[in-house]
């Protein structure tokens, strides 16, 4: 089985809770999984594949926990070399071109650090849904094998 980086990006701890429960049924399936509330770069190294699980703020901002991870990756661009990974983004569609702006920026950095997604991003809508752990789930159910 895999090892795998949950990369957690939470304002009001939606996309936590989320990751969270993507933690347990990830290990359940027999994965060795960690879970990065405040990530650093050598994570890269640590793990052979990465679940990315953020929310947006502002205006398709990055959560503040994942900035500074977000900033060091861009400027130090640590290949991880066509690792898999997938990037599931919380949002809000009513906010337009904006919505799920932190997956987006999350998927392309993970692409230009020439990791190997494993479907396009997933977004999952405030406005469609109030549990969006159950979304990841269903998600994960399909494609957790893949990592």
């Not at 089985?1 to 701890?13: H, K, L, T």
């Not at 990830?26 to 793990?47: M, R, Y």
């Not at 640590?78 to 999350?106: E, Q």
Request: with cysteine.
């Amino acid at each position: 089985m895999s090892n795998i980086g949950i990369i957690v990006g939470s304002v009001y701890g939606n996309a936590q809770n989320a990751a969270e429960e993507a933690q347990a049924f990830l290990t359940n399936q027999g994965h060795d999984v960690e879970l990065h509330v405040d990530p650093d770069v050598s994570l890269f190294d640590e793990h052979d594949s990465f679940l990315v699980v953020t929310s947006t703020t502002g205006v398709g901002d990055i959560p503040p926990n994942l900035e500074l991870f977000y900033v060091d990756a861009k400027d130090t661009c640590p290949l991880i070399n066509n690792k898999k990974f997938a990037v599931i983004a919380l949002g809000d569609s009513s906010y337009g071109d904006s919505y799920c702006g932190a997956g987006t920026l999350m998927f392309e950095l993970l692409t230009e650090l020439q990791g190997t997604p494993i479907s396009d991003m997933v977004g999952i809508d405030a406005m469609e849904t109030f549990e969006p752990e159950a979304d990841v789930l269903a998600w994960l159910e399909t494609h957790q094998s893949e990592f």
